[in-house]
Nanobody, 115 residues
Framework: QVQLVESGGALVQPGGSLRLTCAASTVFFHSYDMRWYRQAPGKQRDLIALITTIGSTDFADSVKGRFTISRDNTKNTVYLQMNSLKPEDTAVYYC?????????WGQGTQVTVSS
């Protein structure tokens, strides 16, 4: 498994922006599909964005057009840029790495959108 460390969560006002960062401790980062999930209180953990090893991306409908995902294989890091944040984006955001059927998870970072 891979150790993943998320950062960048914060309290932000509606309409604001945040960038989450996930740093991976592996020299094989380039061979991992990377995903961001989120989990709001009392709800299931949902996949919201993914980026494949070749840079293809996909997003949940709830964040499409507002969030972008990117990766820097030279830094073993994946990013989630979140714009036009809404109160319903409030959740713990988790980074996930997938390779050969094995999942690794970070500890999560809290994002709160509130005025």
């Amino acid at each position: 498994q891979v150790q993943l460390v998320e950062s960048g969560g914060a309290l932000v006002q509606p309409g604001g922006s945040l960038r989450l960062t996930c740093a991976a401790s592996t020299v094989f980062f380039h061979s991992y599909d990377m995903r961001w999930y989120r989990q709001a209180p009392g709800k299931q953990r949902d996949l919201i964005a993914l980026i494949t090893t070749i840079g293809s991306t996909d997003f949940a409908d709830s964040v499409k057009g507002r969030f972008t995902i990117s990766r820097d294989n030279t830094k073993n890091t994946v990013y989630l840029q979140m714009n036009s944040l809404k109160p319903e984006d409030t959740a713990v955001y988790y980074c996930n790495a997938l390779r050969r059927g094995i999942n690794s998870w970070g500890q999560g970072t809290q994002v709160t959108v509130s005025s």
